[in-house]
T-cell receptor, first 112, second 111 residues
Framework: QKEVEQDPGPLSVPEGAIVSLNCTYS??????FMWYRQYSRKGPELLMY????GNKEDGRFTAQVDKSSKYISLFIRDSQPSDSATYLC????????????FGTGTRLKVLA | AAGVIQSPRHLIKEKRETATLKCYPI?????VYWYQQGPGQDPQFLIS???????DKGSIPDRFSAQQFSDYHSELNMSSLELGDSALYFC??????????FGPGTRLTVT
């Protein structure tokens, strides 16, 4: 079983919808939780990151971490066709190096 | 703002050949990470360097080696290439924090 699980999708939503993307994990040592957006054949782009538990908001994006459930979420409000991409969650420990363990990525398509 | 630079962007090699991938981190970033992303797969951590010293090692084959130079750029050397080495290779850099910024990747095709 992978340390980080993520539904690969694809997830299709109409423009303007609220999108919910989720990951679960098994390693309680993870303290940093990142969300990356990756367009086809491009490098991952850092969207948001959260340390430990709690919520973080940045514009249309909200990241949530529930460490008790080992569950993280990314919400996208007022989704746009330009949000169509693969969204990867990544996690790392707080000590040592910050090497990431990635989820498989969720493919999102926002329909105009 | 300056980003991570990787070269070459595309590389085609034959089996058993050698390849060298280069990564130039964001200025002042002291840590470099290498990841391998196979087709339809999530990125897998290979190796990392902090201040020119290897700081961590993941699932990197013995045929691969890497180093970070005095100007902080890094090179990933891959020998005896196999078909299964065909993938996107990403370099990411950070300034001693968990925030990693990825380059555009090098697409390696082994024929």
């Amino acid at each position: 079983q992978k340390e980080v699980e993520q539904d690969p999708g694809p997830l299709s939503v109409p423009e303007g919808a609220i999108v919910s993307l989720n990951c679960t994990y098994s390693n309680s040592a993870f303290q940093y939780f990142m969300w990356y957006r990756q367009y086809s054949r491009k490098g991952p782009e850092l969207l948001m990151y959260t340390y430990s538990s709690g919520n973080k908001e940045d514009g249309r994006f909200t990241a949530q971490v529930d460490k008790s459930s080992k569950y993280i979420s990314l919400f996208i409000r007022d989704s746009q066709p330009s949000d169509s991409a693969t969204y990867l969650c990544a996690m790392s420990r707080a000590s040592g190096t910050y090497k990431y363990i990635f989820g498989t990525g969720t493919r999102l398509k926002v329909l105009a | 703002a300056a980003g991570v630079i990787q070269s070459p962007r595309h590389l085609i090699k034959e089996k058993r050949e050698t390849a060298t991938l280069k990564c130039y981190p964001i200025p002042r970033h002291d840590t470099v990470y290498w990841y391998q992303q196979g087709p339809g797969q999530d990125p897998q951590f290979l190796i990392s360097f902090y201040e020119k010293m290897q700081s961590d090692k993941g699932s990197i084959p013995d045929r691969f080696s890497a180093q970070q130079f005095s100007d902080y750029h890094s090179e990933l050397n891959m020998s005896s290439l196999e078909l299964g080495d065909s993938a996107l290779y990403f370099c990411a850099s950070s300034l001693g924090t968990a925030e990693q910024y990825f380059g555009p990747g090098t697409r390696l095709t082994v024929t």
